[in-house]
């Protein structure tokens, strides 16, 4: 059987209560009240009401300052307000409607008109209920998809990404350090009021995923050069240069077949174009030098070759952590951003814990 629908009763005339409730109780449970301070008190820990009925003049609070109070509090706002008023004049209704009541009763109480009234509200509260749990359950169902989606995402990111280094053996963990000391450096960068705007968390954030495809563009190197236990030749090295480009028209032609610009792509698209440039201007592809590169590849390019310094090559042993630090910092304002540097040595620390967790 269904839980039947409450209705509060508010009048300070103990005949009105019994007359109200008498008429009302076989289709609905009553609650009633002698006063406004009585039903504010008792809905504050106690479940709400279906409707409220709430006589106008009251002893103390009267019946306008209650339903004031009542819609002022987010608990409560919702509930349906009828007045019951011995008052027939046009301007206390208005004030009536003014305050958020749904309809007026007057008295004498018409046992037709309050049944009907009563149950109008009843069921326009009962289908704004169900609107209200319905959209409750399409936001969550949105919610749940959209998070299976991103997780989705995520997964293929790191697939492309680790498709990109299984080919090097060396790189081991790089994708994972890099993404780390990416967020690291970009959470420290927006404790400063010039990045503070930038760097939202919904942006660091991006920037953690997008870092994964930072040398995708590997993909298309030889492995006779991808793979070479030595130094490159200079003919070698422009072919190398060329995954900046091949990884940024990779994912623009992904972009394109799909026809739809994704936050996470135009980031790893100027991730993996730019986080060869360098400060000064003489880095590649364009040589471009300064604020010229984009925020995103300047934080990349720390990272990275932070992780490439500490990491072993057939052509190097990797480097103690206090070693890089001071390449990097002879390196502030050449290869690197000096704000990133600076940024960077006040976390030093936690690249060099991140280092040592996810060594090759």
Request: proline content about 4%; hydrophobic content about 40%; overall charge neutral.
């Amino acid at each position: 059987m269904a839980e039947r629908h409450t209705v509060f009763v508010v009048d300070d005339a103990p005949f009105n209560l019994i007359i109200i409730s008498d008429i009302l109780k076989d289709n609905y449970k009553i609650i009633t009240f002698e006063s406004g301070e009585e039903v504010l008190d008792y809905v504050e820990p106690n479940p709400v009401p279906d409707l409220i009925l709430l006589d106008i003049i009251l002893p103390g609070m009267n019946g306008y300052e209650v339903c004031q109070k009542l819609k002022e509090n987010i608990k409560t706002k919702d509930i349906p307000v009828i007045f019951l008023t011995s008052i027939r004049d046009q301007g206390n209704e208005e004030r009536g409607f003014k305050l958020g009541a749904v309809n007026y009763i007057t008295k004498p109480i018409n046992r037709a008109i309050l049944h009907a009234r009563v149950d109008a509200q009843i069921r326009l509260k009962e289908a704004r209920d169900f609107l209200h749990d319905k959209n409750k359950f399409l936001e969550n169902e949105v919610k749940k998809r959209t998070k299976a989606t991103r997780l989705a995402q995520k997964l293929v990111i790191f697939a492309l990404a680790t498709l990109s280094e299984i080919r090097d053996y060396e790189t081991g963990n790089h994708i994972r350090r890099t993404n780390l000391y990416v967020s690291l450096l970009a959470l420290q960068l927006s404790k400063t009021s010039k990045y503070k705007d930038i760097l939202t968390d919904n942006y660091v954030n991006l920037l953690y995923e997008s870092a994964s495809l930072h040398d995708i563009g590997k993909i298309g190197i030889s492995d006779t050069i991808l793979l070479k236990p030595g130094k490159l030749t200079t003919e070698e090295f422009e072919i190398m240069k060329t995954h900046t480009t091949i990884g940024r028209d990779a994912l623009l032609k992904a972009e394109e077949n799909f026809n739809s610009k994704v936050a996470m792509l135009q980031c790893a698209k100027r991730i993996a174009y730019s986080h060869h440039e360098k400060w000064d201007g003489s880095g590649y592809p364009e040589g471009l030098g300064g604020q010229e590169i984009p925020l995103c590849g300047r934080i990349m390019a720390v990272a990275d070759v932070y992780d490439a310094l500490r990491s072993k090559r057939v052509y190097k042993p990797p480097f103690p952590h206090k070693k890089v630090s001071r390449m990097l910092i002879d390196d502030s304002g050449k290869h690197f951003d000096p704000e990133i540097i600076e940024a960077f040595l006040k976390i030093s620390n936690k690249f060099e814990k991140i280092s040592n967790k996810y060594q090759d």
